[in-house]
């Protein structure tokens, strides 16, 4: 069954998880602190493990005082886990807690550019974005794999059908996986938002173990 999932206290319920969640520490490098100038290593690998080691140094390339701020991986894993194995469809309510677990900011043309991961469960599922008249908000990219048309708070997403152990039947498409990047004022661009949003996609899925198997593309917009 086909559940929209556009209710506006779930989107502002989801902003405000995602300003809480980035504004605390989950024992990463950056939450908190004063940029020193110094790039901590530990969110520096973190931020590795998030959109790939070169996409990175290619970010680090293109921005003034880059500074990336990390959250655990290992925490993020553990939670969006709980919360799809908790999921029952019959109820639908979850949290849906949205995690950022890498945001790197710096400086172009000298106004502040930011570069923010965002991940979390969908408020969509995948016959909301293949069917009935929301459907042309969603293109198809690849097999399984959904963009957003739509640049919201989140800025640009992909929804997939994701798959984890434990779970009910149907988990996969009924609540599916969405990951987002934020890349703003960047004029300079070493590597694309298409580049970072697939290799967001890609860790997310290993590290939450989707059962599915899809290839998502390295150009995302025509």
């Known amino acids: 069954m086909s559940r929209t999932r556009r209710l506006p206290g779930i989107a502002a319920g989801a902003l405000a998880a995602a300003l809480v969640l980035s504004g605390c520490s989950d024992g990463g490098d950056g939450g908190g602190k004063e ?83 965002t991940v979390g469960w969908s408020r969509y599922d995948v016959a909301f974005v293949t069917g009935g008249k929301h459907a042309r908000e969603f293109r198809e990219v690849a097999k399984g794999v959904y963009l957003d048309r739509r640049e919201e708070f989140d800025g640009r997403s992909l929804i997939m059908p994701c798959t984890v152990p434990g779970t009910r039947a149907g988990q996969g498409e009924e609540l599916p996986l ?44 025509p």
């Not at 997310?204 to 599915?212: H, K, Q, S, V, Y």
């Open 35 to 117: 940029r020193t100038g110094v790039v901590p290593p530990a969110a520096l690998k973190n931020c590795g493990k998030v959109f790939g080691e070169q996409n990175v140094e290619a970010l680090r390339a293109d921005l003034e005082g880059f500074q990336p701020h990390d959250r655990s991986l290992t925490e993020m894993r553990q939670r969006m886990l709980v919360e799809a194995q908790g999921w029952d469809p019959d109820t639908d309510e979850l949290a849906r807690t949205t995690f950022r677990p890498c945001q790197i900011e710096g400086r172009a043309d000298g106004k502040e550019a930011w570069v923010n991961a």
């Open 178 to 221: 969405q990951v987002s990047v934020v890349d703003t004022d960047r004029t300079t661009r070493s590597v694309s938002t298409d580049q970072l949003l697939k290799a967001l996609a890609e860790s997310t899925r290993g590290l939450l173990g989707c059962a599915e198997r899809v290839t998502v593309p390295e150009k995302l917009v």
